[in-house]
């Protein structure tokens, strides 16, 4: 039985993540998705908000858990058993990052093979961070986010652009 890890920061977990999760859970026996902390990072969505988001909409893949942690990626796959962490390749541009990622994981636990899967060409441009700028700018969101957190994604939003015009009004 072969478990593969997918982890990130999923703030919030995009169409691009989703496609990954549904071929690498087609691959692997079990795919043990994990939201990361990444201290440098100031989400919008807290690590708790993240959980469930990832967790509705994954939960028709039988195979696929879902977790967190704030371990490093190499001792939280040793912890959980598992020898393949995948990871999601778009343009040139993730592919450095990715090498140094996976050379780095592989000399911390020599047994861990990293599996890179292709970005969907439909996919192949989207982010996170891209999600969030459209939705800073109220644009629709159905070709870029899961359809079940859309709504708190935009909620997020409105409830930021109504602080900042109340700081506005208060100055
Ligand atoms: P991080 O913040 O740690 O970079 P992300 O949540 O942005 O994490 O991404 C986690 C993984 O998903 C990475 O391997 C990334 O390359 C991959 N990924 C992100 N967006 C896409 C996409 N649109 N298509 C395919 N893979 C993607």
Same mark, same amino acid.
Request: net charge positive; aromatic share 8%; hydrophobic share 40%.
């Given at each position: 039985?072969?478990?593969?890890?997918?982890?990130?920061?999923?703030?919030?977990?995009?169409?691009?993540?989703?496609?990954?999760?549904?071929?690498?859970?087609?691959?692997?026996?079990?795919?043990?998705?994990?939201?990361?902390?990444?201290?440098?990072? !100031?989400?919008?969505?807290?690590?708790?908000?993240?959980?469930?988001?990832?967790?509705?909409?994954?939960?028709?893949?039988?195979?696929?858990?879902?977790?967190?942690?704030?371990?490093?990626?190499?001792?939280?796959?040793?912890?959980?058993?598992? !020898?393949?962490?995948?990871?999601?390749?778009?343009?040139?541009?993730?592919?450095?990052?990715?090498?140094?990622?996976?050379?780095?994981? !592989?000399?911390?636990?020599?047994?861990?093979?990293?599996?890179?899967?292709?970005?969907?060409?439909?996919?192949?441009?989207?982010?996170?961070?891209?999600?969030?700028?459209?939705?800073?700018?109220?644009?629709?969101?159905?070709?870029?986010?899961?359809?079940?957190?859309?709504?708190?994604?935009?909620?997020?939003?409105?409830?930021?652009?109504?602080?900042?015009?109340?700081?506005?009004?208060?100055?």
């Amino acid at each position: 039985m072969i478990t593969a890890i997918y982890t990130g920061s999923f703030d919030p977990i995009t169409l691009g993540h989703l496609n990954m999760i549904k071929r690498a859970s087609r691959v692997f026996d079990k795919l043990i998705v994990c939201i990361m902390v990444n201290k440098d990072k !100031k989400p919008l969505f807290t690590q708790e908000e993240r959980l469930r988001q990832v967790r509705l909409v994954t939960q028709r893949f039988p195979n696929v858990e879902v977790d967190q942690s704030d371990l490093l990626v190499a001792d939280y796959a040793r912890l959980k058993g598992a !020898k393949v962490v995948v990871r999601g390749l778009r343009a040139v541009s993730d592919y450095e990052k990715e090498c140094q990622m996976a050379l780095m994981n !592989k000399r911390l636990y020599p047994e861990l093979e990293t599996f890179f899967l292709a970005a969907s060409e439909k996919y192949m441009y989207l982010s996170s961070s891209a999600v969030k700028e459209l939705a800073m700018f109220g644009a629709d969101l159905s070709a870029f986010a899961p359809r079940e957190i859309i709504g708190e994604i935009e909620a997020k939003y409105k409830q930021e652009r109504t602080d900042t015009d109340h700081g506005k009004r208060d100055q």
